[in-house]
């Protein structure tokens, strides 16, 4: 039996992509990696669903350092496509090795995406993924080269499709028509490709160049500062992100709260001397419920223990200017 192993978002594309070859009687296993830019529950649905096996990979790590300085740049906003796909193809590949699989697939669409998804890109995602011969497109297949798992009878081109450009529309029918009992979001949500997250990130590598993913994951909760080249503040805007925050304290992580009033957990980052500590202080005090107060004695916790900073909660307009957006 053909067996082909899969990058899985989760989505409508990729999930049609794998029933398009189920339906040529291919024994399809998912694989969905988990990033800090977007993540595999998407994926495990949509394998449930077509009940296929699915393999889960956290790449955390290499993913940020590729993110960091992808070799073909960035899209619109942070996003680096073409070496994030050609990436996911290679480590895939090694899997399809380790596993006897005859090739790989994605549920990439000719011209979906007119930077990355254009005939040229995809050719450079196949080779820079060092298995240009192994990777297949079945949902707009008959409108590229034909493959050698064609050539060589493993896959049916004549039951591949030719879908080709930004409309889902083709796409959306075929799965009413196959019987998929709910429809997949149309893509897998990366948070590289939203505008207010890639300012964040850009400006945290700007400053932080060895940035981890722990500082990424940060970018994730509350509302993030620019206190200075050296120092962030990131504020709770709800229970949810304070309970968050309160797991990231370090050797370079302070946390800030109000002794005395209901309000925000403060995470400083960075420069820890007095002057910045008290201007973070001054804003977390400023969304609680004592910002009307002159003075509020504010707890400043870090490894070693805990102590008392008594400041002005900051003019609300003085701490937007220091918020990123």
């Not at 992509?17 to 990696?33: C, E, K, N, P, Y």
């Not at 590729?66 to 680096?80: A, D, E, F, H, L």
């Amino acid at each position: 039996m053909t067996k082909a192993l899969g990058l899985m978002s989760g989505g409508l594309d990729s999930t049609l992509a794998a029933m398009t070859l189920m339906r040529q009687g291919i024994h399809v296993t998912g694989i969905s990696f988990a990033t800090p830019f977007f993540g595999v529950e998407k994926a495990r649905k949509a394998a449930e669903a077509l009940d296929h096996p699915l393999i889960i990979a956290d790449i955390s790590a290499i993913h940020l350092d590729m993110v960091k300085q992808p070799k073909y740049g960035y899209g619109r906003n942070m996003n680096p496509c073409i070496d994030c796909h050609a990436m996911m193809f290679r480590l895939a590949g090694e899997k399809m090795q380790e596993g006897g699989y005859d090739f790989l697939f994605s549920g990439e669409v000719l011209g979906q995406r007119p930077m990355s998804q254009n005939s040229t890109a995809l050719k450079a995602v196949a080779k820079h993924s060092g298995f240009p011969e192994r990777i297949l497109r079945p949902l707009s297949a008959r409108l590229l080269p034909p493959t050698t798992m064609e050539e060589q009878g493993l896959v049916n081109r004549a039951q591949l499709l030719d879908i080709h450009g930004r409309s889902r529309k083709r796409q959306q029918a075929l799965a009413r028509e196959w019987g998929l009992q709910e429809l997949p979001a149309v893509a897998g949500g990366c948070l590289l490709t939203e505008k207010g997250f890639s300012n964040q990130l850009r400006d945290l590598l700007s400053h932080n160049p060895t940035a981890s993913v722990t500082d990424v994951e940060l970018l994730k909760i509350g509302r993030q500062f620019r206190l200075g080249p050296t120092a962030k503040l990131v504020v709770g805007r709800n229970q949810e992100d304070n309970q968050a925050l309160e797991g990231f304290l370090s050797e370079s992580r302070r946390l800030l709260r109000c002794r005395d009033f209901s309000g925000p957990l403060g995470v400083l980052c960075g420069d820890a001397k007095q002057t910045t500590l008290e201007r973070a202080a001054a804003i977390v005090a400023s969304y609680g419920q004592g910002k009307d107060e002159a003075k509020l004695a504010m707890l400043c916790r870090d490894n070693t223990g805990e102590a008392i900073l008594e400041v002005a909660p900051m003019a609300r307009e003085e701490s937007i200017k220091m918020l990123l957006r």
